[in-house]
């Protein structure tokens, strides 16, 4: 499935579901991140991730492992702008690991977001029920984003907060939103693909 939207800004992208042929998009990405988003995203500053780093994030089958990422459709070679993802709890089928990164040049513009809700809908078509997310207590726009979406917080440990977002609860807080601009073409393009 692709979902043809755009950012605050205006900038056209389609997002669509990760596969193993984005490695080149992925390396490139996260080359592209400032250190510092480097170190929010994977508690470390490594400019290029190990190859397991890579195989895991790619290792993408649509129900342990939920990926979708962002493509600016217009711009030469058709670069990724973020990516978020959702890996299943072995223990907890209900239960899905979240996190979500956008290429700092796009930050403020709904990216995260816009991917976001696209993850919650295949969260929630694939019977999961609830999100969890560690974040750094420094990382300001992922607490944001987590509360914004209802998140609970549910613990700390090790200088990192773990909130607990119900995904239901999410996907409405998102349809409630007014400030980003490509969200009703979302829920509109993944109402469509239920019918």
């Known amino acids: ?105 796009h930050h403020g513009k709904g990216l995260a977001r816009l991917l976001t809700a696209v993850l919650l809908l295949d969260c929630r078509s694939e019977g999961l029920e609830t999100l969890d997310c560690h974040v750094l207590p420094d990382n300001e726009a992922a607490l944001a984003l987590a509360r914004s979406l209802g998140g609970r917080q549910a613990g700390q440990e090790r200088g990192v907060v773990h909130f607990e977002i119900e995904i239901l609860a999410a996907i409405e807080a998102l349809k409630a939103e007014t400030d980003v601009r490509g969200l009703a073409a979302v829920f509109r393009a993944w109402d469509e693909r239920s019918d």
């Open 1 to 105: 499935m692709i979902i043809d939207t755009q950012l605050n800004d205006g900038l056209p992208i389609c997002i669509r579901e990760v596969d193993a042929g984005d490695e080149a998009r992925l390396r490139e990405g996260i080359a592209k991140l400032s250190s510092r988003s480097r170190y929010l995203r994977f508690f470390s500053g490594m400019r290029e991730p190990p190859q397991h780093v890579l195989d895991a994030l790619l290792d993408v089958d649509g129900y342990r492992h939920i990926a979708w990422g962002a493509i600016a459709v217009r711009e030469p070679g058709q670069p990724a702008l973020g990516v978020v993802h959702a890996f299943r709890d072995e223990d907890d089928p209900s239960v899905a690991e979240f996190s979500v990164a956008v290429i700092d040049a």
